[in-house]
Each structure stands twice: as structure tokens, then as C-alpha cells.
């Protein structure tokens, strides 16, 4: 997740998010295969999400990185739904080696982007969240199926709250911006 000019693609990941974290609580006697399924579908379009925010902007020191986190939510996405019948444990480290991945890449873009953008604090939330998450499942992948979801599912009511404020936050920056714009253009009319 990084910064980039169009707040509708970060709502869209949060929402996605917020989604899968809701369903995950609600429902904690989803099977494990149900609990797989949802969250590969998750990964998929969280990374195909972010693959598109990468490639649709000007060309950015950040681009990279973006790219890096959608490509691996892609692979992580399409590894859990072409192998469901996988063993529990090797899906909650799959998960855990994704979180962490993409947890330390959000948290390097926020250190990068605090000299461009003063709103990096939901970034740094979202990241944050995803380490706890990752290092969680790869220190106790036995913790069993209930437990995974109910982790899930608050991780994504993070992540995804965090991915929503963020794009609170820069429309009101985009808004500022052009008002600001405005008034220049105006001022040089008078």
C-alpha cells in the first residue's frame, strides 16, 4: 500500500478488507476450506488492486515497492486457491510470510513518503498490523482454525479501516491542493 492520487483504489482495498474481516468474525465456524478460499480470493484482488495502483500513475520512486506488494498477493492469492486441500499449518505460514512481506513493504513506504505526505500514520497502522499478523502465524502456525480466523479477521478490520482513513486523507489532501490551485489561478486573473 503506498501513496498515490487516487483515493478510490486505497477505499476499494479497505473495503475489500473490511469484508473479508466482518465475515472472517462473524461466521468463525466457516471450515477451514471456506476460511482458505475467502482469504485467496482476498489476496487475488488486494494484489490485482495494487498492481493497478502501481502501473497507473506517473512513474514514482514508489512504483516498485507497489508493484512488489500487488505481484505478491497475486502469487499468495493464486498459491492458496490452486492448493486448498493443503495442510492448515502450511496456509497459516503462507499467510504469515505474506503479512510480514507486505507489512514491511508498507512500512518502508511510509518512512519513504513522511517527506512527501504528513498523513503516513494509516500507512504505518496498516503495516504495523500485517508484521503483528505475519510474525504472529509463523511463530504459532498450530494455534488452530478458530483462532486463525478470528486473527484474520481482526488484522483485516484493521488493515482495512487504516486503508479507508488513508484515503480520507488524501482526498482531503487532493482537495486542498486544488482549492489552493484555484486560488492562485485566480489571483493571477485579478
Do not use: K
Not at 93 to 122: D, K, Q, S
Not at 138 to 164: E, K, T
Amino acid at each position: 500500500m503506498i501513496f498515490v492520487n487516487r483515493p478510490g483504489s486505497l477505499a476499494l482495498r479497505g473495503t475489500l478488507a473490511l469484508l473479508f474481516g466482518f465475515a472472517a468474525l462473524l461466521w468463525p465456524g466457516l471450515t477451514i476450506a471456506a476460511l482458505v478460499l475467502m482469504f485467496g480470493t482476498y489476496a487475488l484482488l488486494d494484489g490485482i488492486v495494487t498492481i493497478v495502483m502501481g502501473t497507473g500513475y506517473r512513474v514514482r520512486e514508489h512504483t516498485g515497492v507497489v508493484l512488489l506488494e500487488g505481484f505478491a498477493g497475486v502469487g499468495v492469492g493464486l498459491a492458496i486457491l490452486l492448493w486448498t486441500r493443503m495442510a492448515v499449518d502450511v496456509v497459516v505460514v503462507i499467510v504469515g510470510v505474506w503479512a510480514l512481506a507486505t507489512g514491511l513493504l508498507e512500512l518502508l513506504a511510509a518512512l519513504r513518503l513522511r517527506r512527501e505526505f504528513t498523513g503516513v500514520l494509516p500507512i504505518a497502522v496498516a503495516g504495523g498490523a500485517s508484521v503483528g499478523l505475519g510474525l504472529f502465524a509463523l511463530v504459532r502456525p498450530s494455534f488452530g482454525a478458530i483462532a486463525l480466523i478470528s486473527i484474520l479477521g481482526g488484522y483485516a478490520l484493521v488493515f482495512g479501516s487504516s486503508m479507508l482513513l488513508h484515503a480520507l486523507n488524501i482526498r482531503g489532501i487532493a482537495r486542498r491542493v486544488s482549492t489552493h490551485r484555484e486560488g492562485h489561478a485566480a489571483a493571477r486573473l485579478d
